[in-house]
Nanobody, 128 residues
Framework: QVQVRESGGGLVQTGSSLRLSCTASGRTFTTAAMGWFRQAPGKEREFVAAIKRLGDNTYYADSLKGRFTISGNTDKSTVYLQMNSLSPEDTAVYYC?????????????????????WGQGTQVTVSS
């Protein structure tokens, strides 16, 4: 079992930056990748970014590439999501997730069904 917990959300103004953290505990050595997803009110959960535990491969939603950066410590037991130039459209609950499934193609890590372990989410609100 792996437990994940997010932190770092809050209320910020348009144009601000924010860094979210996700800490994994338990059998973290079994994880293959960690991912960030978000869900805005009335919308479906969408992929934000992911990072493989070994090799540092990163994957991003095309629409967020360049503004958001995912990183982690050496063993990826803690991962971060640096978010820059935030706008009200980024307002959402941000979820961290972990998967033990390993795939050769990055596309699999963009799917929520790939992840078995999820945090409770952290609210990010961007005011105009």
């Amino acid at each position: 079992q792996v437990q994940v917990r997010e932190s770092g959300g809050g209320l910020v103004q348009t144009g601000s930056s924010l860094r979210l953290s996700c800490t994994a505990s338990g059998r973290t050595f079994t994880t293959a990748a960690m991912g960030w997803f978000r869900q805005a009110p009335g919308k479906e959960r969408e992929f934000v970014a992911a990072i493989k535990r070994l090799g540092d491969n990163t994957y991003y939603a095309d629409s967020l590439k360049g503004r958001f950066t995912i990183s982690g410590n050496t063993d990826k037991s803690t991962v971060y999501l640096q978010m820059n130039s935030l706008s009200p459209e980024d307002t959402a609950v941000y979820y961290c997730a972990a998967t033990t499934l390993s795939y050769p193609a990055g596309a699999y890590y963009k799917a929520s069904r790939t992840y078995q372990y999820w945090g409770q989410g952290t609210q990010v609100t961007v005011s105009s």
